[in-house]
C-alpha cells in the first residue's frame, strides 16, 4: 500500500511560479510509475504530467507543455511538479497518483493509477 500526501500549493500571480511535491511511504518507491491530475471547481479530472517509474519515459498534457516538468527523486521518495509561467486556468487542486509496481500506462487516464493523495490547492491569481 503507498500512501501519499501532497504540498507547495497556494496563491499565486499569473506568470509566477510553484513547485509541488508529492512525498510516498509505503511500498518501494522507485517501482512505480507517478502522475499528477489536477481538478477544477465544476470540472472533471484532468491529467498533468506523469514520469515513469524508470525515470526514462514523461508525458505531459499539452495545455502545460514547455511550462512545467515533473521529477523525481527515489532517494526521497518524492515525485515533483515544477510550475512557471502560471496561468489563472492552471487553478486546481492538484493530486498526485501512483501505477501499481512496474507498470507503464499513459493511455487510460485515472484508470492507470491505483493510489492517490488528497491533494493541494493551487490558486492563480490575474
Known amino acids: 500500500q503507498v500512501q501519499l500526501v501532497e504540498s507547495g500549493g497556494g496563491l499565486v500571480q499569473a506568470g509566477g511560479s510553484l513547485q509541488l511535491s508529492c512525498a510516498a511511504s509505503?511500498?518501494?518507491?522507485?517501482?512505480?510509475?507517478l502522475g499528477w491530475f489536477r481538478q477544477a471547481p465544476g470540472k472533471e479530472r484532468e491529467f498533468v504530467a506523469a514520469?515513469?517509474?524508470?525515470?526514462?519515459?514523461?508525458n505531459y498534457a499539452e495545455s502545460v507543455k514547455g511550462r512545467f516538468t515533473i521529477s523525481r527523486d527515489n532517494t526521497k521518495n518524492t515525485v515533483y511538479l515544477r510550475m512557471n509561467s502560471l496561468k489563472p486556468e492552471d487553478t486546481a487542486v492538484y493530486s498526485c497518483?501512483?501505477?501499481?509496481?512496474?507498470?507503464?500506462?499513459?493511455?487510460?487516464?485515472?484508470?492507470?493509477?491505483?493510489?492517490w493523495g488528497r491533494g493541494t490547492q493551487v490558486t492563480v491569481s490575474s
Open positions: 497518483a501512483a501505477q501499481q509496481e512496474y507498470q507503464v500506462n499513459f493511455d487510460d487516464g485515472v484508470r492507470s493509477y491505483r493510489y
Open positions: 509505503g511500498g518501494t518507491f522507485s517501482k512505480h510509475t
Open positions: 514520469v515513469s517509474w524508470s525515470s526514462i519515459i514523461k
